[in-house]
């Protein structure tokens, strides 16, 4: 087991501290949502454990979601940040994950929410240390304080919380750990993965996020320059990515391996202006999916019909190859997906 699920409530206001974020659970147990003291927020799914909201503190929406994605359990998510493994698509070639179905089981398992932590940075803490001087100085130190609170939401799955059929499908002993960190202008989102098995393994890992753009014909995608990749769309043949930023301009399905340090940011400008940056850590392909009309027609859970012109998929993850872990092994793959003018450094 990972661990046990349990409740949170909202964290209590004390006198004399800075507002603290607020973290709740649903009524019927399906998710939970975090708030920061300044706005930000963010909302996670058991199911897939798979983040459907994050917004900025102006209340600006920043993953896409389908308009009629299934959040009830019945399917995969269509948005937000689905987690992929242990495949990637399918593979039917590869003995170990060949009857798994498409992206694996994480997107579509149970979750339990493992517990939160907040944290303030060390500048806010600086603040906080001058207090005492003065009521001004402290509401000012309480102000600092509360602009650089950040709260993580950890999430476990192991194959203990599996139904029987799909421990069968892909019969090893692991677990999972997802933390979710909001901070005031970016969501990093971690993935380790541990072999609790006394046999090796083989999986793939991808954090399938949908970025809400306001119009694809005005979104570039950068840091891909000069990058190797296969072309989904084009029989799977292995391409270069020529200098200049990767336009959107019709079905694009793209797994890209970066010959650049992973921790090399791929940003999103849109109209000229930084709109995201993507940092990787440990994840070493980065996948670019937008279904354009055909094929988001094609997609039942897929709305409004032109939603592919407010979304594309930017997705960090470990998926031109498997990678085995042996037993008692772990991996740990993150992204920071930061916005604005923090993604103008990119
Ligand atoms: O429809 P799904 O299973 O959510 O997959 C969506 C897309 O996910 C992307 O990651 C894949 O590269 C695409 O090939 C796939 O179509």
Known sequence: MV???????????????PPQPQV???????????????????????????????????????????????????????????????????????????????????????WEFLGKSTSESESAGGAKAATSSSSSSSSAAAAAAAADQSVKLDFGLSSANLDDKTRALWPFAFSLIYGVTLNRDSLTTSLVVTNDDDKPFDCQVLLHTYLRVKDISSVSITGLDGASYVDKVDGAKTKTQSSGAVQITGETDRVYTPAAVPSA??????????????????????????????????????????????????????????????????????????????????
Not at 79 to 102: E, M, N, R, W, Y
Request: proline residues 6%.
């Open 265 to 346: 940011p791929v940003g999103v400008v849109e109209g000229g202006r930084a709109a995201f940056s993507v940092t990787r850590d440990s994840l070493g392909d980065v996948v670019v999916w937008n279904p354009w009309a055909d094929k988001a027609a094609a997609m039942a859970d897929f709305a409004p019909a032109d939603g592919f012109r407010r979304m594309v998929c930017v997705e960090a993850g470990s998926v031109a190859d498997f990678q085995t872990l042996e037993p008692g092994d772990a991996f740990e793959g993150a992204q920071t997906i930061a916005i604005g003018s923090r993604a103008a450094a990119a």
């Open 3 to 17: 661990g046990r699920a349990h409740k949170p409530t909202a964290l209590a206001s004390t006198p004399g501290l």
């Open 24 to 110: 709740t659970f649903s009524d019927d147990n399906s998710r939970v949502t975090a708030v920061l003291p300044t706005g930000e927020s963010l909302e996670v799914l058991l199911y897939g454990a798979t983040v459907i909201s994050w917004k900025d503190g102006a209340g600006d929406e920043k993953l896409w979601l389908s308009d009629a994605a299934k959040l009830d359990g019945t399917k995969a998510v269509r948005g937000g940040i689905p987690l992929v493994f242990p495949v990637f698509g399918t593979a039917p070639d590869h003995v170990q994950t060949s009857k798994l179905p498409q992206h694996g089981f994480a997107r579509t398992s149970r």
